[in-house]
């Protein structure tokens, strides 16, 4: 073969090379996690080959994710950060595997969660006017199909946003939004990080919906596994902020930026946790009420219910150690807006943890919610914060001497206000009726009483027939009389119990929440209630038969 043959055949295999590799699909390492309603994929290089995503779709890079109208779907990246992507909106997965992920934001709403960045890396979100940079932060993104505005809204954490046409970089804070329209024009304010969450509360209980109940023996201890070792990281990034004396701002910065996004992962993780606890009690709720149900299926589905009881235990351990992490203080001279926002972002993530502890155990079958020593402990942890948000006040107000009228201070003013206004409510609703053990020992007794009373009882009827089949009137009604009389006896120590149940639980029933020990109180005086309706109709069958005996009687005797 001649020199100039080959440069030409080489020629052509490199043009061919060229020519073929935007067609080589290149897996992003990104997942779906849930799909609902009509969600659809389709490579950036041919928009018309739409295809239904399912939660085993691969998502490549250039891939373009579209929910139609009443739909949304839930994407998980493989350095952990969570994509939710409500109806009519459409996003572009650009590098997810590399270090500078990105991800572009064509049209509509997405909640970002970044839990997990790897050193010296960042994740952008690309919308029409700005480019935001993420780390360990929650946030939420709009972009409307016009292109002519952005929003940007910060839930935790805190996050940069570079603004494409004037290239003006702008901080955001937790509690903060920020407008950007054409022609760089932007307005920063404020929002209710309660109520902004709440609007996304319905899309993110589907957090993983895509886990079959037998993959929890090998999903929920991985699970657990990341959160020991993103609680490490955590723990050796306190431990070296603490060594500097708290004086090395860097080393500040860094523990600042782990707490945030561990914050982030315990969220996740509750609600995931929250959702296959519910599947576990439907399957539960199916055996109790269905016959011939095979013991090894229960048996796997109680093993279940312990493995995922147990990663709640680890959760809500690994919450309470990051209460116990604070900054004793910063060093002098470096007080800032800055500083004060951290201090008490990160007070007011104790208040967050509580809710979310709340939200991960209210409603859950079985649970009864928490203790009444936890909404003890909980008000007390409330309290602290109070105070812990009095002394950055009081560090606020002397920097608004300096400044009055600086904007970044008056927004550091209404988030301090609205984060005690929220306490303080949150507070009043923690407001339980305490149950004092005496009680459940007095009431187990009534149940006790009322059990042996009605055994009797149900004797007696059941055989009543039987033993006065042959009896004269006046035998019939003694025994009428005497099933009566121990009819009575169980009414008035359901009666007693009623009363005693009532006392306690009328206060119970002003207040928001449970406590687990006023389920069991309430399971207890339910099984004396139900043994007490049980026997309702055979009573009343019983008193007509007594009346029509001592109308007989009354006849015989005139």
């Not at 090379?17 to 389709?42: M, Q």
């Not at 169980?490 to 009666?495: A, E, H, Q, T, V």
């Amino acid at each position: 073969m001649s020199k100039f043959k080959f440069q030409l055949i080489f020629a052509f295999f490199l043009v061919f090379l060229l020519l073929a590799a935007p067609l080589i699909a290149v897996d992003s390492g990104s997942r779906f996690s849930s799909v609902s309603g009509e969600v659809k994929i389709f490579p950036e290089s041919n928009p018309a080959s739409k295809s239904l995503a399912k939660v085993q779709s691969q998502l490549n890079i250039d891939d373009h994710v579209l929910t139609e109208e009443d739909s949304n779907a839930i994407i998980c990246f493989a350095e952990m950060s969570t994509f939710l992507l409500k109806a009519e909106s459409e996003i572009a997965i650009k590098s997810p595997i590399s270090d500078t992920s990105k991800i572009n934001l064509i049209k509509g709403n997405i909640w970002v969660n970044v839990k997990k960045i790897s050193s010296g890396g960042s994740f952008e979100i690309e919308g029409n006017q700005t480019v935001t940079g993420i780390k360990g932060t929650n946030v939420t993104f709009f972009t409307d199909e016009a292109k002519t505005e952005d929003r940007i809204k910060v839930l935790r954490g805190r996050t940069g946003v570079r603004v494409k046409e004037t290239h003006e970089e702008i901080d955001l804070e937790e509690g903060e939004e920020l407008v950007v329209r054409s022609g760089g024009k932007v307005q920063k304010s404020t929002i209710d990080v309660g109520e902004e969450s709440k609007e996304w509360e319905s899309e993110l209980s589907h957090l993983g919906d895509s886990i079959q109940l037998n993959q929890v023996p090998e999903i929920v201890p991985q699970m657990i596994d990341g959160e020991n070792k993103s609680f490490k990281e955590l723990r050796d990034s306190y431990s070296a902020m603490n060594q500097s004396g708290n004086k090395d701002l860097e080393k500040i910065q860094k523990f600042k930026h782990d707490h945030e996004r561990f914050i982030g992962l315990l969220l996740e993780n509750s609600v995931i946790l929250k959702n296959l606890a519910g599947k576990v009690d439907a399957q539960k709720s199916g055996f109790e009420t269905k016959k011939g149900t095979k013991s090894k299926d229960s048996d796997q589905i109680f093993l279940y219910a312990r493995i995922i009881a147990q990663a709640q235990k680890v959760l809500q351990n690994h919450r309470a150690e990051i209460d116990k992490m604070k900054i004793s203080g910063i060093p002098e001279g470096t007080v800032s807006p800055e500083s004060i926002s951290f201090n008490i972002g990160i007070a007011w993530s104790e208040v967050e943890i509580l809710k979310s502890q709340l939200e991960s155990t209210s409603g859950t079958s079985g649970s009864g919610g928490l203790s009444q020593d936890w909404f003890i402990d909980a008000q007390d942890r409330c309290n602290i914060t109070l105070l812990l948000l009095s002394e950055q006040e009081s560090q606020f107000m002397k920097l608004l001497e300096k400044n009055p009228k600086n904007p970044d201070l008056l927004a550091l003013g209404r988030k301090i206000s609205d984060y005690r206004v929220q306490i303080v409510k949150f507070m009043k609703d923690l407001n339980v009726v305490k149950i004092d053990t005496a009680i459940f020992t007095e009431m187990q007794d009534f149940a006790d009483q009322l059990s042996y009373q009605l055994s009797i009882l149900e004797n007696a009827i059941k055989t009543y027939d039987t033993n006065v089949a042959n009896s004269q009137t006046e035998n019939k009604l003694r025994s009428t009389l005497r099933i009566l009389q121990e009819f009575g006896k169980s009414k008035k120590i359901y009666n007693q119990a009623t009363r005693l149940y009532q006392s306690f639980m009328r206060d119970a029933s002003r207040n928001k929440y449970q406590t687990s020990e006023q389920a069991e109180l309430n399971f207890i005086y339910q099984q004396i209630a139900d043994s007490f309706d049980r026997l309702g109709v055979a009573y009343d069958e019983i008193q007509v038969k007594h009346q029509e005996l001592q109308n007989q009687l009354n006849q015989f005797l005139k």
